[in-house]
């Protein structure tokens, strides 16, 4: 990363984009295992709000449902580099299924909840879905 004081991050030469630091940041981690270790270290404060239904996750509740919806993924018999569909409006049972799937190394495809069953057959069938949610 460069010194915070010599960052300069307005375009240079002229160029209509900035230009920052080039190296890649990657975690040596899992999304697993970053939510376990953030549930670890805070347990009680909020991992999700839902206004609309008037539902909140604490980190500890959230790596709980997580862990349970990934348990059941797997007595299903869905392993790692399965695709699993999600034909879903925004929810918050959309995002614990993004994280059960992340747990287990499955490939969460997302379906447009607007298709129709033709459409739908067509999407499932073209990118090899396993199962569906």
């Not at 460069?2 to 307005?10: E, L, M, T």
């Not at 790596?63 to 790692?80: C, I, K, P, Q, Y």
Request: glycine share 6%; hydrophobic share 45%.
């Amino acid at each position: 990363m460069p010194d915070s004081a010599s960052f300069d991050p307005r375009p240079r030469a002229g160029l209509s984009h900035v230009v920052g630091d080039t190296r890649p940041v990657l975690w040596r981690k899992t999304i697993g295992q970053l939510l376990s270790e953030t549930a670890a270290r805070f347990p009680d404060n909020d991992a999700m709000v839902f206004c609309a239904q008037n539902l909140r996750f604490t980190y500890r509740e959230l790596e709980a449902e997580v862990d349970a919806l990934a348990a059941g993924l797997h007595r299903l018999g869905l392993r790692a580099g399965e695709r699993i569909g999600i034909w879903s409006p925004n929810r918050p049972e959309w995002v614990l299924i993004q994280f059960a799937s992340a747990k287990l190394g499955l490939i969460l495809v997302n379906i447009n909840p607007a298709y129709r069953l033709s459409e739908l057959e067509y999407a499932l069938n073209k990118v090899g879905c396993t199962a569906i949610v």
